[in-house]
Protein backbone atom coordinates (compact mmCIF):
# COMPACT_ATOMS: atom_id res chain seq x y z
CA UNK A 1 0.00 0.00 0.00
CA UNK A 2 1.49 2.95 -1.05
CA UNK A 3 2.06 6.01 1.77
CA UNK A 4 0.65 9.55 0.85
CA UNK A 5 1.00 12.22 3.02
CA UNK A 6 -1.01 15.02 2.17
CA UNK A 7 -0.96 18.90 4.20
CA UNK A 8 -4.07 19.42 6.42
CA UNK A 9 -3.46 22.57 8.26
CA UNK A 10 -0.28 22.50 9.97
CA UNK A 11 -0.14 18.73 9.79
CA UNK A 12 0.22 16.44 7.12
CA UNK A 13 -2.37 13.55 6.83
CA UNK A 14 -1.91 9.99 5.56
CA UNK A 15 -3.87 8.91 2.43
CA UNK A 16 -4.31 5.14 2.62
CA UNK A 17 -4.75 3.89 -1.07
CA UNK A 18 -4.19 0.42 -2.39
CA UNK A 19 -1.62 0.31 -5.21
CA UNK A 20 -4.87 -0.74 -7.53
CA UNK A 21 -7.01 2.60 -6.61
CA UNK A 22 -4.19 4.98 -7.25
CA UNK A 23 -4.22 6.27 -10.52
CA UNK A 24 -1.34 8.88 -10.25
CA UNK A 25 0.23 10.99 -8.09
CA UNK A 26 1.12 14.35 -9.11
CA UNK A 27 3.31 16.97 -7.28
CA UNK A 28 4.91 19.76 -8.57
CA UNK A 29 8.55 20.13 -10.18
CA UNK A 30 11.27 22.31 -10.66
CA UNK A 31 14.80 22.94 -9.35
CA UNK A 32 15.08 25.18 -5.93
CA UNK A 33 17.91 27.60 -5.08
CA UNK A 34 20.60 26.21 -3.08
CA UNK A 35 21.55 28.97 0.30
CA UNK A 36 24.39 30.69 -1.43
CA UNK A 37 21.74 31.36 -4.76
CA UNK A 38 19.47 33.05 -2.41
CA UNK A 39 21.52 34.87 -0.37
CA UNK A 40 23.59 35.92 -3.64
CA UNK A 41 19.99 37.41 -4.96
CA UNK A 42 19.10 39.07 -1.85
CA UNK A 43 22.23 41.31 -1.69
CA UNK A 44 21.34 42.99 -4.38
CA UNK A 45 18.77 44.71 -1.70
CA UNK A 46 20.02 47.99 -0.36
CA UNK A 47 20.40 47.15 3.33
CA UNK A 48 21.35 50.86 4.05
CA UNK A 49 17.57 51.72 3.67
CA UNK A 50 15.21 51.27 6.68
CA UNK A 51 13.06 48.54 5.91
CA UNK A 52 9.86 47.02 7.25
CA UNK A 53 8.64 43.67 6.34
CA UNK A 54 4.94 42.96 5.47
CA UNK A 55 4.74 39.40 5.14
CA UNK A 56 1.06 38.91 3.86
CA UNK A 57 1.05 35.18 4.72
CA UNK A 58 3.06 32.22 6.95
CA UNK A 59 5.42 29.77 4.68
CA UNK A 60 8.48 28.22 5.58
CA UNK A 61 9.72 30.09 2.88
CA UNK A 62 9.16 33.26 3.49
CA UNK A 63 10.72 32.24 6.77
CA UNK A 64 13.91 31.26 4.64
CA UNK A 65 13.79 34.40 2.94
CA UNK A 66 13.78 36.31 6.48
CA UNK A 67 16.57 34.35 8.34
CA UNK A 68 18.97 34.74 5.33
CA UNK A 69 18.09 38.46 5.02
CA UNK A 70 18.97 38.58 8.67
CA UNK A 71 21.86 36.40 8.30
CA UNK A 72 23.02 39.38 5.20
CA UNK A 73 22.43 42.34 7.50
CA UNK A 74 24.16 40.44 11.02
CA UNK A 75 26.90 40.28 8.08
CA UNK A 76 26.88 43.91 7.08
CA UNK A 77 26.59 45.30 10.70
CA UNK A 78 23.34 46.64 8.96
CA UNK A 79 20.35 47.05 11.48
CA UNK A 80 17.93 44.29 11.23
CA UNK A 81 14.35 45.23 9.11
CA UNK A 82 11.46 45.82 10.97
CA UNK A 83 8.52 42.63 10.48
CA UNK A 84 5.11 43.25 10.18
CA UNK A 85 2.02 41.43 9.90
CA UNK A 86 -1.72 41.07 10.50
CA UNK A 87 -3.12 40.61 13.77
CA UNK A 88 -4.28 36.96 12.97
CA UNK A 89 -0.98 35.37 11.04
CA UNK A 90 1.58 37.68 13.85
CA UNK A 91 1.51 34.50 16.32
CA UNK A 92 2.38 32.22 13.71
CA UNK A 93 5.54 34.41 12.40
CA UNK A 94 7.02 34.97 15.02
CA UNK A 95 7.01 31.20 15.63
CA UNK A 96 9.56 30.95 12.86
CA UNK A 97 11.62 34.40 12.99
CA UNK A 98 15.50 34.09 13.72
CA UNK A 99 16.46 35.17 17.03
CA UNK A 100 16.87 38.80 17.89
CA UNK A 101 14.01 39.76 15.50
CA UNK A 102 10.50 42.11 16.78
CA UNK A 103 7.17 41.73 14.78
CA UNK A 104 4.31 43.80 15.16
CA UNK A 105 1.16 44.06 13.71
CA UNK A 106 0.48 45.64 10.41
CA UNK A 107 -1.40 48.85 10.41
CA UNK A 108 -3.39 49.01 6.93
CA UNK A 109 -3.29 53.07 7.39
CA UNK A 110 0.49 52.65 6.60
CA UNK A 111 0.45 51.09 2.67
CA UNK A 112 1.66 54.47 1.52
CA UNK A 113 4.93 54.10 3.55
CA UNK A 114 7.79 53.52 0.81
CA UNK A 115 9.65 51.73 3.41
CA UNK A 116 7.36 48.61 2.89
CA UNK A 117 9.03 45.86 1.38
CA UNK A 118 5.48 43.41 0.89
CA UNK A 119 6.36 39.22 0.69
CA UNK A 120 4.17 36.34 -0.79
CA UNK A 121 4.42 33.17 -2.04
CA UNK A 122 3.44 33.54 -6.22
CA UNK A 123 -0.06 31.38 -7.03
CA UNK A 124 -2.36 30.33 -9.42
CA UNK A 125 -6.11 32.71 -9.28
CA UNK A 126 -9.25 31.99 -10.48
CA UNK A 127 -10.05 35.19 -11.39
CA UNK A 128 -6.60 37.49 -12.08
CA UNK A 129 -5.07 34.02 -13.44
CA UNK A 130 -1.91 34.51 -10.84
CA UNK A 131 -2.32 35.45 -7.12
CA UNK A 132 0.72 38.19 -7.02
CA UNK A 133 1.38 40.62 -3.99
CA UNK A 134 -0.56 42.93 -6.44
CA UNK A 135 -3.78 41.12 -6.57
CA UNK A 136 -3.31 40.83 -2.48
CA UNK A 137 -3.26 44.13 -2.10
CA UNK A 138 -6.29 44.93 -4.52
CA UNK A 139 -7.83 41.97 -2.63
CA UNK A 140 -7.21 43.55 1.11
CA UNK A 141 -7.30 47.38 0.47
CA UNK A 142 -8.75 48.10 -2.94
CA UNK A 143 -12.70 47.44 -2.59
CA UNK A 144 -14.04 49.80 -5.37
CA UNK A 145 -11.50 48.87 -7.69
CA UNK A 146 -12.04 44.92 -6.94
CA UNK A 147 -15.58 45.48 -8.79
CA UNK A 148 -14.19 46.36 -11.78
CA UNK A 149 -11.30 43.73 -11.98
CA UNK A 150 -14.64 41.19 -11.20
CA UNK A 151 -16.51 43.04 -14.14
CA UNK A 152 -13.84 42.00 -16.45
CA UNK A 153 -13.79 38.18 -15.48
CA UNK A 154 -13.23 36.03 -18.33
CA UNK A 155 -16.37 34.49 -18.43
CA UNK A 156 -18.33 32.75 -15.32
CA UNK A 157 -15.38 29.90 -14.74
CA UNK A 158 -12.36 30.10 -13.17
CA UNK A 159 -8.98 31.48 -15.36
CA UNK A 160 -5.56 30.56 -13.50
CA UNK A 161 -2.62 30.64 -14.90
CA UNK A 162 -4.18 33.34 -17.81
CA UNK A 163 -3.46 36.80 -18.26
CA UNK A 164 -6.68 38.43 -17.86
CA UNK A 165 -7.68 42.07 -18.01
CA UNK A 166 -8.06 41.70 -14.13
CA UNK A 167 -4.85 41.27 -13.76
CA UNK A 168 -4.01 44.84 -14.88
CA UNK A 169 -6.59 45.97 -12.91
CA UNK A 170 -4.24 44.71 -9.94
CA UNK A 171 -0.91 46.18 -11.82
CA UNK A 172 -2.77 49.64 -12.09
CA UNK A 173 -3.89 49.80 -8.02
CA UNK A 174 -0.14 48.80 -6.77
CA UNK A 175 0.88 51.67 -8.89
CA UNK A 176 -0.75 53.69 -6.64
CA UNK A 177 1.48 53.49 -3.69
CA UNK A 178 4.92 53.66 -3.64
CA UNK A 179 6.32 50.08 -1.82
CA UNK A 180 8.49 47.19 -2.21
CA UNK A 181 7.96 43.42 -2.95
CA UNK A 182 9.79 40.01 -2.79
CA UNK A 183 7.50 37.91 -4.83
CA UNK A 184 8.57 34.24 -4.34
CA UNK A 185 8.30 31.10 -6.66
CA UNK A 186 8.24 27.82 -4.92
CA UNK A 187 7.51 24.19 -5.08
CA UNK A 188 7.05 21.62 -2.28
CA UNK A 189 10.79 20.68 -2.11
CA UNK A 190 11.54 24.46 -1.21
CA UNK A 191 11.93 28.13 -3.49
CA UNK A 192 12.58 28.11 -7.05
CA UNK A 193 13.08 31.71 -7.60
CA UNK A 194 12.07 35.33 -6.47
CA UNK A 195 11.95 38.28 -7.56
CA UNK A 196 12.25 41.85 -6.21
CA UNK A 197 10.98 45.20 -6.92
CA UNK A 198 7.57 47.14 -6.80
CA UNK A 199 4.85 44.86 -7.27
CA UNK A 200 3.93 45.92 -10.44
CA UNK A 201 6.93 44.73 -11.69
CA UNK A 202 7.35 41.51 -9.87
CA UNK A 203 4.23 39.87 -11.54
CA UNK A 204 6.81 39.24 -14.12
CA UNK A 205 7.55 35.91 -11.96
CA UNK A 206 4.20 34.70 -13.17
CA UNK A 207 6.50 33.41 -16.07
CA UNK A 208 8.53 31.25 -13.80
CA UNK A 209 5.67 29.77 -11.98
CA UNK A 210 4.06 28.76 -15.35
CA UNK A 211 7.00 27.34 -16.26
CA UNK A 212 7.35 24.90 -13.24
CA UNK A 213 3.81 24.26 -12.60
CA UNK A 214 1.73 23.84 -15.93
CA UNK A 215 1.07 19.82 -15.93
CA UNK A 216 -0.61 17.87 -18.86
CA UNK A 217 -2.11 15.20 -17.24
CA UNK A 218 -5.43 14.16 -18.88
CA UNK A 219 -8.86 13.85 -17.41
CA UNK A 220 -9.76 11.79 -14.42
CA UNK A 221 -12.70 10.51 -13.19
CA UNK A 222 -12.23 10.80 -9.35
CA UNK A 223 -9.35 13.45 -7.98
CA UNK A 224 -8.55 13.90 -4.08
CA UNK A 225 -6.82 17.15 -3.94
CA UNK A 226 -4.54 18.52 -1.37
CA UNK A 227 -3.36 22.51 -1.43
CA UNK A 228 0.00 22.14 -0.51
CA UNK A 229 0.57 23.81 2.10
CA UNK A 230 -1.48 25.40 5.48
CA UNK A 231 -1.47 28.87 4.05
CA UNK A 232 -3.49 28.05 0.99
CA UNK A 233 -6.26 26.34 2.75
CA UNK A 234 -6.49 28.29 6.19
CA UNK A 235 -9.93 29.25 4.84
CA UNK A 236 -12.59 27.72 2.25
CA UNK A 237 -12.23 30.43 0.15
CA UNK A 238 -8.57 30.67 -0.15
CA UNK A 239 -8.65 26.96 -0.86
CA UNK A 240 -11.15 26.67 -3.23
CA UNK A 241 -8.12 28.48 -5.81
CA UNK A 242 -6.66 24.59 -5.51
CA UNK A 243 -9.83 23.42 -6.83
CA UNK A 244 -9.96 25.72 -9.76
CA UNK A 245 -6.07 24.71 -10.60
CA UNK A 246 -7.48 20.91 -11.38
CA UNK A 247 -10.47 21.43 -12.66
CA UNK A 248 -9.85 20.86 -16.35
CA UNK A 249 -8.54 17.36 -15.59
CA UNK A 250 -11.40 16.36 -14.05
CA UNK A 251 -14.14 14.70 -16.11
CA UNK A 252 -17.57 15.27 -16.79
CA UNK A 253 -19.86 13.93 -14.01
CA UNK A 254 -16.64 13.22 -12.12
CA UNK A 255 -15.82 14.04 -8.55
CA UNK A 256 -13.17 16.03 -6.78
CA UNK A 257 -12.15 15.87 -3.01
CA UNK A 258 -10.71 18.89 -1.28
CA UNK A 259 -8.52 18.13 1.59
CA UNK A 260 -8.61 21.95 3.44
CA UNK A 261 -8.71 22.22 6.98
CA UNK A 262 -10.51 26.29 6.74
CA UNK A 263 -9.30 26.48 10.73
CA UNK A 264 -9.66 30.37 10.16
CA UNK A 265 -13.39 29.66 8.66
CA UNK A 266 -15.05 30.69 5.46
CA UNK A 267 -12.76 33.65 4.79
CA UNK A 268 -15.40 35.07 2.38
CA UNK A 269 -18.16 37.54 3.03
CA UNK A 270 -19.99 36.19 -0.63
CA UNK A 271 -20.00 32.89 1.04
CA UNK A 272 -21.37 33.99 4.76
CA UNK A 273 -23.81 36.16 2.74
CA UNK A 274 -25.07 33.21 0.76
CA UNK A 275 -24.94 30.57 3.65
CA UNK A 276 -27.49 33.49 5.23
CA UNK A 277 -29.17 33.69 2.28
CA UNK A 278 -28.29 37.37 1.80
CA UNK A 279 -27.05 36.68 -1.46
CA UNK A 280 -28.33 35.02 -4.73
CA UNK A 281 -26.40 33.22 -6.85
CA UNK A 282 -28.28 35.22 -9.87
CA UNK A 283 -26.45 38.50 -7.79
CA UNK A 284 -23.43 37.61 -8.82
CA UNK A 285 -23.30 37.51 -12.64
CA UNK A 286 -23.88 41.56 -12.53
CA UNK A 287 -23.25 43.07 -8.84
CA UNK A 288 -23.26 47.38 -8.36
CA UNK A 289 -21.02 46.26 -5.41
CA UNK A 290 -18.08 43.82 -4.97
CA UNK A 291 -18.47 41.65 -2.08
CA UNK A 292 -15.26 39.79 -0.80
CA UNK A 293 -15.14 36.30 -2.52
CA UNK A 294 -17.58 36.70 -5.14
CA UNK A 295 -15.68 35.29 -7.46
CA UNK A 296 -15.35 31.82 -5.92
CA UNK A 297 -19.47 31.60 -5.01
CA UNK A 298 -19.83 32.13 -8.81
CA UNK A 299 -17.35 29.41 -9.98
CA UNK A 300 -18.16 26.92 -7.48
CA UNK A 301 -22.02 26.90 -8.86
CA UNK A 302 -20.74 26.95 -12.59
CA UNK A 303 -17.94 23.96 -11.88
CA UNK A 304 -21.09 21.78 -9.79
CA UNK A 305 -22.51 21.37 -13.41
CA UNK A 306 -19.64 19.34 -14.27
CA UNK A 307 -18.79 17.61 -11.74
CA UNK A 308 -19.35 16.70 -7.66
CA UNK A 309 -17.09 18.27 -4.72
CA UNK A 310 -16.27 16.85 -1.82
CA UNK A 311 -14.37 18.50 0.97
CA UNK A 312 -12.96 17.41 4.59
CA UNK A 313 -12.85 20.36 6.71
CA UNK A 314 -13.46 21.32 10.24
CA UNK A 315 -16.17 23.31 8.80
CA UNK A 316 -19.54 22.63 9.92
CA UNK A 317 -21.44 20.05 8.01
CA UNK A 318 -23.91 22.38 7.26
CA UNK A 319 -21.70 24.88 5.51
CA UNK A 320 -20.81 22.36 3.00
CA UNK A 321 -24.56 21.16 2.36
CA UNK A 322 -25.46 24.70 2.37
CA UNK A 323 -22.82 25.15 -1.23
CA UNK A 324 -24.09 21.59 -2.19
CA UNK A 325 -20.60 19.90 -1.84
CA UNK A 326 -20.32 16.34 0.20
CA UNK A 327 -19.19 17.21 3.96
CA UNK A 328 -16.75 13.94 5.06
CA UNK A 329 -15.35 14.27 8.54
CA UNK A 330 -11.84 12.88 7.31
CA UNK A 331 -9.39 11.90 5.16
CA UNK A 332 -10.03 7.88 5.70
CA UNK A 333 -13.78 8.72 5.29
CA UNK A 334 -12.75 9.94 1.40
CA UNK A 335 -11.54 6.62 0.40
CA UNK A 336 -14.64 4.71 1.70
CA UNK A 337 -16.87 7.26 0.34
CA UNK A 338 -15.05 6.65 -3.32
CA UNK A 339 -15.03 3.14 -3.20
CA UNK A 340 -18.29 2.79 -2.03
CA UNK A 341 -20.08 5.44 -4.47
CA UNK A 342 -17.78 4.15 -7.61
CA UNK A 343 -16.93 0.83 -6.93
CA UNK A 344 -13.97 -1.11 -5.10
CA UNK A 345 -11.71 -0.92 -8.63
CA UNK A 346 -11.78 3.48 -9.02
CA UNK A 347 -8.94 4.81 -9.78
CA UNK A 348 -8.34 8.64 -8.10
CA UNK A 349 -6.04 10.77 -8.78
CA UNK A 350 -3.96 12.37 -6.03
CA UNK A 351 -2.63 15.90 -6.25
CA UNK A 352 -0.24 17.03 -3.13
CA UNK A 353 0.26 20.33 -4.12
CA UNK A 354 -2.96 21.65 -5.96
CA UNK A 355 -2.06 26.27 -5.03
CA UNK A 356 1.19 25.82 -7.40
CA UNK A 357 -0.12 23.25 -10.02
CA UNK A 358 -1.93 24.03 -13.00
CA UNK A 359 -3.59 20.73 -14.68
CA UNK A 360 -4.62 20.67 -17.77
Known sequence: MPEIWLNYGITDVVLDIKAENLEQKIDSEGKTLDDSAINEKLNQIDL?????????????????????????????????????????????????????????????????NSNLVFMAEMEFDGLFGYETIATRLIKKFGEDSMLGAYAKRQGNLPTPGQ?????????????????????????????????????????????????????????????????????????????????????????????????????????????????????????????????????????LSEIQKNFQIGLVSILPEFYAKKLNMISLPGIKYSMDYILKTQGMRQKVAVVSDGARLLLR
Open 48 to 112: SKPMELVVLHNSRSIQKIISSLFMICEQKSQPFPKILAEKKIINQVKAGLPEGSSINEFDNSEIS
Open 163 to 299: YPESLEEAKKFSNNFEIQGIEIVTNSQGIVDFSLGHPSETISATKILENNSIKDVGQHKTMIISTGKDASNDTLGKSFSSLWNCSNAIKKDGLAILIAECKAGLGSDAIQHFIEDRLTLDQLKNPSKYINGMEDLLY
